[in-house]
């Protein structure tokens, strides 16, 4: 099992709905959750970090940690066709080490 | 805002040729990640430096050395090139060795072995 899980997708949503996307980590000693979006052959982009039970909001994003469930989900309002990418799920277990653990990443395609 | 930087963005190198890739952090940032991304894969993390120390040491084949320096960029060290070892590399910095603080990716090197 992965340490870090996603669904590959696709997932598709139309211009202007919310795209929901998910994430579990296997280690209960996870500290903080990184979302970062990647286009082709691009680098990661941080979108948001949560390290906090609750939601977190910037702007059009919101990302959502229950840690009890090793849970971590973000939330895309008005989804744009610009947004379409992959969404990197990533955690950091903390205590000596300090890498990112990446999940497979979640493929969104926004329909105009 | 001042960015990661990664030199060369592309390489392309023969098998058992060396490469050297190098990563210049965000000013302040005294923390620096490499990651290797395969085609269709997800970044995996190779090694990391926090004040020009080792910190943290992942999945980096023995032919791969990695340093920082005093002025804080790092430099991938890659011998004896395979065919696998064809993918992107990330540096990615951070502003202090800890679980909450951020990682920025720079653009990544694209390395090419034929």
């Known amino acids: 099992q992965k340490e870090v899980e996603q669904n590959s997708g696709p997932l598709s949503v139309p211009e202007g709905a919310i795209a929901s996307l998910n994430c579990t980590y296997s280690?209960?000693?996870?500290?903080?959750f990184f979302w970062y979006r990647q286009y082709s052959g691009k680098s990661p982009e941080l979108i948001m970090f949560i390290y906090s039970n609750g939601d977190k909001e910037d702007g059009r994003f919101t990302a959502q940690l229950n840690k009890a469930s090793q849970y971590v989900s973000l939330l895309i309002r008005d989804s744009q066709p610009s947004d379409s990418a992959t969404y990197l799920c990533a955690v950091n277990v903390g205590g000596a080490t300090n890498k990112l653990i990446f999940g497979t990443g979640t493929l969104l395609a926004v329909q105009p | 805002a001042a960015g990661v930087i990664q030199s060369p963005r592309h390489l392309i190198k023969e098998k058992r040729e060396t490469a050297t890739l190098k990563c210049y952090p965000i000013?302040?940032?005294?923390?620096v990640y490499w990651y290797q991304q395969g085609p269709g894969q997800d970044p995996q993390f190779l090694i990391s430096f926090y004040e020009k120390m080792q910190s943290d040491k992942g999945s980096i084949p023995d032919r791969f050395s990695a340093q920082q320096f005093s002025d804080y960029h790092s430099e991938l060290n890659m011998s004896s090139l395979e065919l696998g070892d064809s993918a992107l590399y990330f540096c990615?910095?951070?502003?202090?060795?800890?679980?909450?603080?951020?990682?920025?990716f720079g653009p990544g090197t694209r390395l090419t072995v034929l």
């Open positions: 990615a910095s951070s502003p202090a060795l800890g679980s909450y603080n951020e990682q920025f």
């Open positions: 000013p302040r940032h005294d923390t």
């Open positions: 280690d209960r000693g996870s500290q903080s």
